[in-house]
């Protein structure tokens, strides 16, 4: 073979691995969006439960100001402890967050104090007060609840369980979502996954100004149903405050495609300033990309 059609032959392998690299970062960066918007979702979904049941004076404190939205229906159907601590009898307090069925026109849902739009209903069973030690509480979403969460225009229906569980009197909890599943444009983002939440601030009046910090693992399929695994290297820091409520200001994520051999790193504050920008930038092998977290 002569120099010249080794030269050639060389060219062409580089840019295959160049193109193959490509595609996995492509497919890296499905995987990292698809989670961001389950991951962050679920997240709220404990803010929305955590902030009714600390607020409620039926599950906590009284009149206190929750993150619940204008027009949501809060309904238990049990506001009773029987028991307390270990509640024995195994009869916990059951309520109900009704946001109403999915309209037909735009904005669909209710306009929810983080900023995102939902409809349908969360389940929630409450084995004690809030604030009790080793308190557990498990949120349920199933199909028929119609749960729906976006920005109005683009709606993404949810299920799963979300089960919560206090260590202690320490202001750190343990979530487990089991079986989660996003519809989304594309198909069905399906996700499971360990957290540990620590506060970093707790606003003993309300849920605002509450500050915490995440922890764990997950895996789960991006709507091509290639399967993922992730670890938070660094911690998710979430500050429930206006405008910073929906996402993540801190933290980064490695996740690796069932795929691929390289780890995507997902860093939530790209620009090293904690800002509530809703930006985080993706880096794969020699590939970066600032990415908008829904």
């Not at 557990?136 to 089960?163: H, L, N, P, S």
């Not at 509450?210 to 693992?217: A, E, L, R, V």
């Not at 939530?268 to 880096?283: E, G, K």
């Amino acid at each position: 073979m002569n120099s010249s059609k080794v030269g050639l032959f060389l060219l062409l392998v580089v840019l295959s691995l160049s193109s193959c690299r490509k595609r996995e970062f492509n497919d890296s960066i499905q995987s990292a969006k698809e989670n961001a918007q389950i991951e962050t979702e679920f997240s709220n979904i404990y803010d929305l439960v955590s902030g009714v049941a600390e607020s409620d004076g039926r599950t906590g404190k009284t009149d206190a100001d929750s993150i619940l939205a204008s027009g949501a229906i809060l309904t238990f159907s049990d506001s009773s402890f029987v028991a307390t601590g270990n509640n024995p009898d195994g009869d916990p307090a059951e309520f109900v967050i009704d946001y109403g069925s999915l309209g037909n026109s735009v904005p669909a849902g209710r306009l929810c104090k983080d900023g995102r739009y939902r409809a349908g209903k969360i389940h929630v069973s409450m084995r004690d007060r809030f604030n009790t030690a080793d308190n557990q509480f498990v949120i349920t979403i199933a199909d028929a609840d119609g749960y729906y969460v976006g920005d109005g225009t683009e709606m993404y229906k949810v299920t799963g369980q979300e089960t919560v569980t206090r260590q202690g009197s320490q202001q750190k909890w343990i979530t487990d979502v089991n079986d989660a599943i996003m519809e989304t444009d594309g198909g069905k983002v399906r996700w499971s996954a360990t957290r540990t939440i620590t506060f970093v601030t707790d606003n003993p009046f309300t849920i605002w100004g509450d500050k915490y910090q995440i922890t764990g693992n997950a895996a789960g399929f991006n709507s091509d149903e290639v399967g993922y695994t992730l670890t938070i290297t660094k911690p998710l820091v979430k500050e429930i405050r206006i405008g910073c409520a929906s996402t993540f200001t801190e933290g980064v994520i490695e996740l690796q495609n069932s795929s691929s051999n390289s780890k995507l790193t997902l860093d939530y504050d790209p620009y090293d300033n904690a800002n509530c920008d809703r930006v985080a930038r993706a880096s794969f092998l020699n590939y970066d990309k600032i990415i908008t977290i829904w």
